[in-house]
């Protein structure tokens, strides 16, 4: 099902003030329902991602027999049917726009003695699923995609799985995770080698479920035949979400944010480390652990921002962040250039064209490179900007009118509901004049 059509409409100036907490971690809610799944005992969760990319995983899981209640304020509890205990879904699972569930659930039903298809949206039918596809048929699935190597993926179950080695091409947390899920059900030991790295919320999960993760340096290693225990999971707010509120005081006047509770593994902190090198003015206070997550309060103020060269290693340590930074990149004096992150233009949508063309329609230079960006800061100004259903592209959009000359409409926003339902609640609460419209602006 697709979703109806929504535009944002979003007034220039306001300023962001306040203390917010920023819905749960969408990675951390699906692993959540996965591992809880296939753990023996009941799974209980709180600060579950209430979206609708979760609530996807979580409908997947249901159908394959899961008993799962909730998501009731963030409360979710998972009656785990052991690794072995999964059921053939009788239809086909719709993952709607989620490419985190579409790869990892690959992964895992490849080793299921059940075919199944996964299907999604058409945003997520026209992602790249080879570079799950072709590690798995390494390890003897059998999964087929269309001839552009899209979804719909048909996996045939009873596939005799065999571990493999694997040097990951590019750094994707999605795959390393797909292969680890894979390797659960496969003879012999999986082991998975990042060129940089990447998100670890899966490594940390499994072994908050007693499931030995092992490896050193890039690599990560797991061994099949173990259990998964049940355990309690308190999801931290996601950064990623987060992102939104500090580039928004970090651009506008006189502003003070602070975000509780916001998880800051250190795979994902990229944010932090490029603003900062930008100039901006961010506190991380009450370092803590929560369930073997790092999780704090972020507190940032208006700052002045200048042009940088983003260093290459920082590039997946805040790949969901760049819709976002490319404004704080055009409030910034001076220019900022992004490469290394040809990975941009298969998310969502190709995320440097569609902020590229968004930022000239705004009045800024914005020059896409194959696999970056070049902006120079300058003065925004209003206009109609296309978010390509794409939901990151939307909320950084709305946050770039704290600096805009004019009205900024945005079109096609339904999709924000994939990860952040509250944001037009709370980016008004903390000041910014947002407003949610049905029907189409352009
Ligand atoms: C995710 C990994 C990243 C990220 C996505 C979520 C995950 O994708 O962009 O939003 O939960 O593993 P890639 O693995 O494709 O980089």
């Not at 050193?216 to 099949?224: F, G, H, N, R, S």
């Not at 910034?332 to 233009?345: H, I, N």
């Not at 100004?381 to 794409?390: C, F, I, N, T, Y």
């Not at 939307?394 to 994939?418: K, Q």
């Amino acid at each position: 099902m697709e979703n109806d059509t929504i535009s944002f409409c979003v007034q220039p100036g306001g300023t962001l003030r306040g203390e917010a907490r920023v819905p749960g971690d969408k990675s951390i809610s699906h692993r959540s329902i996965m591992l809880g799944s296939l753990a023996e005992g009941t799974t209980r969760v709180t600060g579950f991602l209430e979206a609708e990319d979760c609530l996807a995983t979580m409908n997947a899981f249901r159908a394959m027999g899961v008993e799962i209640e909730g998501a009731e304020k963030g409360e979710v509890s998972i009656r785990g049917v052991g690794l072995h205990g999964l059921r053939a879904p009788e239809e086909p699972l719709y993952l709607g726009n989620s490419g985190t569930s579409m790869r990892l659930l690959c992964g895992l039903l490849a080793g299921q003695d059940f075919d199944s298809i996964l299907t999604g949206d058409v945003s997520l039918s026209r992602r790249p699923m080879k570079r799950v596809t072709e590690p798995l048929r390494t390890m003897g699935a059998m999964v087929e995609t269309t001839e552009a190597g899209t979804a719909p993926l048909r996996i045939y179950g009873r596939a005799k799985l065999k571990g493999i080695h694997y040097e990951m091409p590019v750094a994707s947390a999605q795959v390393k995770s797909c292969l680890l899920l894979a390797g659960l059900y496969a003879s012999g030991q999986t082991c998975v080698r990042e060129p940089a790295p990447t998100r670890d919320h899966t490594e940390r999960m499994l072994a908050g479920f007693s499931y030995p993760v092992t490896g050193k340096d890039e690599t990560v290693c797991i061994q099949p035949d173990g259990k998964l225990l049940a355990c309690d999971i308190d999801v931290p707010g996601d950064i990623s979400s987060a992102a939104f509120f500090m580039v928004g005081a970090a651009i506008g006047e006189d502003a003070d944010v602070t975000l509780r509770h916001v998880g800051v593994n250190p795979t994902r902190t990229g944010i932090l480390d490029i603003l900062r090198l930008m100039g901006a003015d961010i506190q991380v206070l009450n370092p803590r652990e929560m369930g073997g997550e790092p999780v704090a309060d972020v507190r940032i103020r208006s700052s002045r921002l200048y042009g940088i060269e983003i260093p290459q290693e920082l590039v997946p340590l805040a790949i969901d962040e760049f819709p976002v930074l490319f404004v704080a990149a055009a409030c910034a004096e001076g220019e900022t250039r992004l490469s290394g992150a040809a990975e941009l233009r298969v998310k969502e949508s190709d995320r440097i064209q569609v902020m590229a063309d968004g930022l000239q329609v705004l009045g800024i230079e914005a020059q896409p490179t194959p696999d970056g960006m070049i902006v120079r800061g300058g003065k925004l100004s209003g206009g109609k900007v296309r978010s390509h259903g794409d939901h990151r592209i939307a909320m950084a959009f709305s946050i770039s009118a704290l600096r805009g000359g004019g009205l900024i409409e945005i079109d096609d926003c339904a999709n924000v509901n994939t990860s952040f339902p509250s944001f037009v609640e709370l980016a008004r609460k903390l000041g910014l004049n947002i407003t949610a419209v049905c029907g189409e602006i352009l």
